[in-house]
C-alpha cells in the first residue's frame, strides 16, 4: 500500500507504479442491502444492513479488466464528504476517512482462492471455470479501532502472483548464541 503524492488517497498493489489503470465499467457508489453475513460481520455490522457499496471494475488501459472491487463502508462514516465520490485519484475516499478522524486506517487482508459466479467470470472476460483470488481488506479505524470499511477485490488467478515475506515472532531467539562461528551440524542441532 502507498500513499499518493499527486492527489489525495491510497494505491494498493495491484499495479505497477507505472501502470496507467482505467475503469472498464463507469463506477457506481450506491446504498445497497450487505447481505453476505462473512462481509457483514467483518464490517461488524448484521446482514441485510443498508451499507455505502463503492463498486468498479479497474485494470491498465490496453488490457482486460484485472479486479473487480466492491467496498462496503461503515453506516458511521458513509456521510464524510468525499466518500461516495469518484475522486481522481484512486483512494481518495480512504483519505477522507482518516482527515474525518479516522487516522491511521491499519488494514489486513484475507486471500483465498474460489471459483467466480457467471457474473464475476464476465466481468473479468474469464470463462467460469478459472479460479479468481479473492482477497479481502478490512480497514481499521485508528480513531476508534472499530471496522470502517470491507472491501473484496477479485482476480483472475492467471493475473495474479502474490509475495509474503516472512518475519520471525519476536520469542524466536539464536540457537547457538556462544558459537555463532560454529553452529553444530543439522542432525545435532534436531533437523534433517
Known amino acids: 500500500m502507498k500513499r499518493n503524492h499527486v492527489a489525495p488517497g491510497y494505491s494498493f498493489p495491484s499495479a505497477s507504479s507505472k501502470e496507467v489503470w482505467k475503469h472498464h465499467i463507469p463506477p457506481v457508489a450506491s446504498v445497497e442491502t450487505l447481505d453476505d453475513p462473512r462481509i457483514a460481520r467483518l464490517l461488524g455490522v448484521p446482514p441485510g444492513t443498508a451499507v455505502l457499496r463503492r463498486f468498479r471494475v479497474t485494470g491498465p488501459e490496453s488490457e482486460p479488466p484485472f479486479q473487480i472491487n466492491v467496498s462496503w463502508i461503515h453506516p458511521r462514516v458513509a456521510d464524510i464528504s468525499g466518500v461516495s465520490a469518484q475522486a481522481p485519484g484512486p483512494g481518495d475516499w480512504l483519505y477522507r476517512l482518516e482527515q474525518a478522524g479516522h487516522w491511521p486506517i491499519s488494514w489486513m487482508e484475507i486471500h483465498r482462492a474460489r471459483m467466480p459466479s457467471k457474473d464475476e467470470a464476465a466481468l473479468l472476460e474469464i470463462p467460469t471455470n ?27 488467478s492467471d493475473r495474479v502472483e502474490t509475495i509474503h515475506v516472512l518475519h520471525r515472532d519476536e520469542s524466536a531467539r539464536d540457537p547457538w548464541p556462544d558459537d555463532a562461528e560454529n553452529p553444530p551440524a543439522p542432525d545435532q542441532a534436531g533437523e534433517s
Open 130 to 156: 478459472l479460479p479468481v483470488l479473492e482477497i479481502v481488506r478490512v480497514g481499521t479505524s485508528g480513531g476508534d479501532g472499530k471496522p470502517v470499511e470491507v472491501t473484496e477485490y477479485v482476480v483472475a
